[in-house]
């Protein structure tokens, strides 16, 4: 092997020149992976021919995981049919025991299969026995849940909270549930940020949170991300955004790219294929089940009235 292959495969700090050889062991830049220093020294030293180039790259590296596509939604599947979830929230419900969201559908089954057979309505996914619908029931039961440290009963307390205009109350469990990682929390303190309930306005912190949540699949934090671009006349970067939420199932997005279309930023082709790829999406949501579901529920309503 000739020298220079052999000094092409050995690293060197790019302050001092060190190279990574028998105890010396270098670090990269924690928001790049341009350069790797031998010490914290170094790097501090290097930092100011460093930083422009830094933040560059840093944004490209962010720019690729943005615009990913996601293998799902936030939502993921029903865990009992293992069908991909409807982006409509009305058509799922949350199962305070186990707080597991479950289609309409396959609770709907789990209702039928009960009141056929005369049996204690329990959980369809933990098999727990369902309280009565008594407030305080669940209450306790969400509250066991966060004493658990589940980020998906913390979202839904901070959720309830919120409707009830205690923001400070919502915005501290969103929080909590954004820290292990929740979507749906990330989207809300987005909003908040947005809206300035319970916080001041801040729009870094609000497209900090909508990021987030598009990056772990949230359509309508992507739809969001794509209409905030638009104003600040990155129409490029929004048509990327409203094609992966499009391709989602997420109906704004459709119109806002149809928008697009007619000014001539998205071509007949791209649109045509994201049309197929919603069409899709939507299509996988559907089944028997949800359809029975949704036709009782509907069916209820129109008696009630």
Known sequence: MSNDNIMSNISV??????????EVNLK???????????????????????????????????????FKQPESTNLGDCPICCLPMPLDLSKSCIMMCCSKVVCDGCHHANWIRVSEGKLVFKCPFCRTPIPSNDEADND????????????????????EQYEKGDYSVAFEYFTMAAQLGDVISHYRLGLMYHLGKGV????????????????????????NLGCEEEKSGSIGRAVKHWI??????????????????????????????????HQAAVDATKS??????????????????
């Open 13 to 22: 700090c790019t302050s001092c020149g060190i190279a990574e050889v028998d």
């Open 140 to 159: 306790k039961q969400m509250m066991r849940r966060i004493e658990a440290n589940d980020p998906v009963a913390m979202t839904q307390w901070g959720k």
């Open 244 to 277: 992966i939420a499009a391709t989602q199932g997420h109906d704004p997005s459709i119109k806002a790219l149809m928008g697009a279309f007619r000014r001539g930023y998205v071509s007949k082709d791209d649109l045509a294929a994201v049309l197929r790829a």
């Open 28 to 66: 990269e830049c924690t928001a790049c992976d341009l350069v790797r220093y031998c010490s914290d020294e170094c790097q501090k030293n290097h930092k100011s021919q460093h930083e422009e180039a830094c933040k560059k790259r840093a944004a490209e590296l962010r720019d690729v995981l943005l």
């Open 200 to 223: 001041e306005k801040d729009r870094g912190k609000d497209i900090y949170h909508l990021e987030k949540a598009a990056i772990g699949g949230h359509p309508i934090a992507r739809y």
């Open 288 to 305: 028997p089940q949800r359809e029975a579901a949704e036709e009782y529920y509907r069916d209820s309503e129109q008696q009630q009235c």
